[in-house]
Each structure stands twice: as C-alpha cells, then as structure tokens.
T-cell receptor
Framework: DSGVTQTPKHLITATGQRVTLRCSPRSGDLSVYWYQQSLDQGLQFLIQYYNGEERAKGNILERFSAQQFPDLHSELNLSSLELGDSALYFC?????????????FGEGSWLTVV | QKEVEQDPGPLSVPEGAIVSLNCTYSNSAFQYFMWYRQYSRKGPELLMYTYSSGNKEDGRFTAQVDKSSKYISLFIRDSQPSDSATYLCAMSATGYSSASKIIFGSGTRLSIRP
C-alpha cells in the first residue's frame, strides 16, 4: 500500500458526461501528480500540483481540469467525455517536486466511457 | 518514433531463470533512468533508479545503462512467481521526481512460471 488513496476505483459513464476523480496523497506529501494510462499511449503525465499551486502541465486536454485543495487532496475533472478517454487514471504524490523525492502512485481509477 | 521504446512482451520464463528487460531511447539528454514495477490492478512502484551510465545492483535486481548505445536493461536473477508484473522503464533529463519530464516506456509484461 503506497498510502495514496484514489476514489472511485471503477467508473462507467456515457459519452458527453462529466466525472470527478479524487485523490488523497500520502501523509506529509505536498506534491500531487495525475497520469493517464491507456493501452496505446502508455503512462502519460497530465498535471502536477504543489501545495495548492499548479506546478507543471503535460498532455492534459482542455476538457480536463484539476485542482489541489488546502487539505492537499486533489480532484481531476473530466468533461464532455469521449470513448477515447477510457483509461486508467493514476494519482501520485511526493514530499516535494525536487530531485531525490520518490513519486508514489495510487491504485488508479478505471474509467470506462460507453 | 517514440522517445522511449520498450517491447510489450508478454515474456514468460520458468522460475529461477535470469530475466532481461530492455529499453532503447532517442533523447541523448536523458540522465536519470528508472524502472517501475506494476502489478495487475495496482499503480507503478519505483523499483530502481540510476544516474548516467553504469550498473546498479539491489538484491536480485541489476539495472544497467549504456548511454553510448542509448540502451538500458533490468536483470532479474533467480526469478520468482512474485516477480510476475509489468515492468516500465522511465527516463528523464532533469531528475527522477520531475514528473513532468519523466518519459515512460509502454511496459513489458513478465510472467514467471512456477
């Protein structure tokens, strides 16, 4: 158990809908990361927050948004869902973004868009 | 062409065999090299990391980097059924916790037969 908690574990929704994925980082970790893993694209970095502030952005679609709250939990919002958004979404956390800090992954949220 | 190439497998070997997992890359700026292990329905976990060229050993695992050939390897000695997982290589030019800059391979699925 990495200590990173993600909910829900599984989610099935229809095209055009909006979903919210939630992440609680490990105790003491200030940095949160979101990744998307699909069969054809592999593990892709989406976005990173550090202590409530956006720190880095990767291949995140404009239909997707995220935030980190004062209690350090984070949410990833996916809207106008398409079939191609079906994937495993991981949250990860580390103490800080600096070198030498291991990134710990949660168990992921399986999203199926039908 | 992807920056990081990894054979997806699956690779099936008998228990006790030596396993060799490999990745090639194209970006000569990569300095940090990592191997993650991902069990089914779990998030990736950092297994080993190395900086620049050379070997690093940790128990039954050895990570090897050949920057001149842009080739990295992970060797598993005395393989066990519990080593059955997907192994992802990852690399970065700026550090192993700079998530926005880490490029992952697509993963090799490994199965160890009892």
């Amino acid at each position: 158990d990495s200590g990173v908690t993600q909910t829900p574990k599984h989610l099935i929704t229809a095209t055009g809908q909006r979903v919210t994925l939630r992440c609680s980082p490990r105790s003491g970790d200030l940095s949160v990361y979101w990744y998307q893993q699909s069969l054809d694209q592999g593990l892709q970095f989406l976005i990173q927050y550090y202590n409530g502030e956006e720190r880095a952005k990767g291949n995140i679609l404009e239909r997707f948004s995220a935030q980190q709250f004062p209690d350090l939990h984070s949410e990833l919002n996916l809207s106008s869902l398409e079939l191609g958004d079906s994937a495993l979404y991981f949250c990860a956390s580390s103490v800080s973004p600096g070198p030498g800090n291991t990134i710990y992954f949660g168990e992921g949220s399986w999203l199926t868009v039908v | 062409q992807k920056e990081v190439e990894q054979d997806p497998g699956p690779l099936s070997v008998p228990e006790g065999a030596i396993v060799s997992l490999n990745c090639t890359y194209s970006n000569s700026a990569f300095q940090y090299f990592m191997w993650y292990r991902q069990y089914s329905r779990k998030g990736p976990e950092l297994l080993m990391y190395t900086y620049s060229s050379g070997n690093k050993e940790d128990g039954r695992f050895t990570a090897q980097v050949d920057k001149s050939s842009k080739y990295i390897s992970l060797f598993i000695r005395d393989s066990q059924p519990s080593d059955s997982a997907t192994y992802l290589c990852a690399m970065s030019a700026t550090g192993y916790s700079s998530a926005s800059k880490i490029i992952f391979g697509s993963g090799t699925r490994l199965s160890i037969r009892p």
